[in-house]
């Protein structure tokens, strides 16, 4: 991916909003774990009322989010095993539409779990991430696919398909190749026709048969996991017990890295358009757009519509040395979500370079130049991984 072009991209807008600004100060960047630099820019303190009420409004937003997630979640868990104990198509199907409402729900509670709390919590909060869902990702090493049919852990008959061996086995070949996360469960419930890969033969080809539904309801297990502990992280107190400036950081910086990083550097990639398959979130399931619309309104759901008034807008609208209103915040945002919901259904599988694509992008790049701002007035690192 082509990350010094969006950094460009976003950088030249953010010059262009600014121009009134005479030099720039230069950003400190998190390392791609979320370790700050230690390099010390001399901007001056930004004077501005207290970020306590937006912080606990974060918070609350953020536990709000994960539990919708849990829930939705939950029913793809039931559907999950009503097709373990009983593999019928109408069962199979029942567990891919409860998959996209998960994932979907999921992508919008990722606003709030883009950087870790601090320096303990690095390695766990990875590990919680990378386990949920790793993209992109390679099937081949989940199971079978058409080119190599008898590839991936169902064929690898001397590795036993437990939750012990399959977190050893995650992303053990590559960062491309998870054995555990969102993608295996989509690998196999996509997985057709029932015939020959859900049913029993009385021949040798059962055991795969056996191995793919257990591997399914251990995968399933582990997701369900981790999202519980998810919830748990929210609701604990490592957020409320951060110093104030420390939650200032962590929420600027979630916002900054889901547009940037999350949408505008991976959605909407130049090569989205000549390599589809590999930016988009659920391949096998489909509705593409589904997943920019429902981030773009995960971070509307904070920042409000325009007009609406809430904690982090009156905090925004109290900083009187910024060249924007939250209005306007509110307002780029709202279009963001109108230009990107203008895209084909199956984004980015079902696309072309057409006005349409450069206007969504273009909208969604005006959204991260907001928080850009934000970040330069309070000094606050740019998060690039």
């Known amino acids: 991916m082509n990350k010094t072009f969006f950094l460009i991209l976003v950088l030249g807008l953010l010059t262009a909003c600014d121009s009134t600004e005479t030099s720039s100060q230069s950003q400190p960047v998190d390392d791609a774990h979320g370790e700050p630099s230690s390099e010390v820019s001399d901007s001056p303190t930004v004077t501005t009322a207290s970020f306590t009420d937006s912080a606990n409004y974060f918070r609350q937003s953020a536990i709000a989010s994960v539990l919708e997630t849990q829930t939705q979640c939950n029913l793809l868990f039931e559907d999950i095993a009503t097709f373990v104990s009983d593999a019928s198509a109408s069962h199979q199907l029942n567990a891919q539409e409860t998959f996209g409402l998960c994932l979907e729900s999921w992508r919008r509670s990722e606003l709030y779990f883009q950087k870790p709390f601090s320096y303990s919590e690095i390695k766990p909060f990875h590990e919680l991430i990378d386990l949920i869902d790793t993209r ?94 998810a919830v748990i992280r929210w609701q604990s107190e490592q957020f409320n017990e951060l110093p104030e400036r420390a939650q200032l950081n962590l929420v600027l ?100 370079a057409s006005e349409q694509w450069q206007l969504a992008r273009s909208s969604v790049a005006a959204v991260s130049v907001y928080f850009v701002q934000l970040m330069r007035q309070f000094d606050t690192s740019l998060l690039l991984e």
């Open 136 to 229: 992109p990702f390679l099937p081949g090493y989940i199971g079978g696919i058409p080119e190599y049919p008898y590839s991936g852990l169902v064929h690898e008959l001397e590795i036993p398909l437990n939750e012990s061996t399959l977190r050893r086995q995650h992303r053990l070949m590559d960062e491309e190749s998870p054995s555990l996360g969102f993608p295996v469960i989509e690998f196999l419930l996509w997985k057709a026709p029932i015939e020959g890969n859900w049913t029993l033969r009385g021949d040798e080809s059962d055991v795969n048969v056996e191995r793919r539904f257990n591997y399914l309801a251990v995968a399933a297990s582990v997701l369900q996991e981790q999202i519980n502990q």
């Open 253 to 352: 910086q979630s916002f900054q890295r889901y547009v940037m990083i999350d949408l505008l550097q991976f959605m909407f990639e130049e090569t989205a358009l000549s390599d589809p398959e590999w930016h988009h979130y659920a391949l096998l399931s489909g509705s593409g757009r589904n997943y920019p619309v429902g981030m773009l309104q995960s971070v509307q759901s904070f920042v409000g519509q325009p007009g609406d008034s809430n904690a982090f807008t009156d905090w925004v609208n109290s900083i009187a040395a910024l060249s924007f209103s939250a209005d306007e915040l509110q307002q780029s945002v709202a279009d963001s979500i109108a230009a990107t919901e203008q895209l084909p259904e199956n984004y980015p599988l079902d696309t072309e």
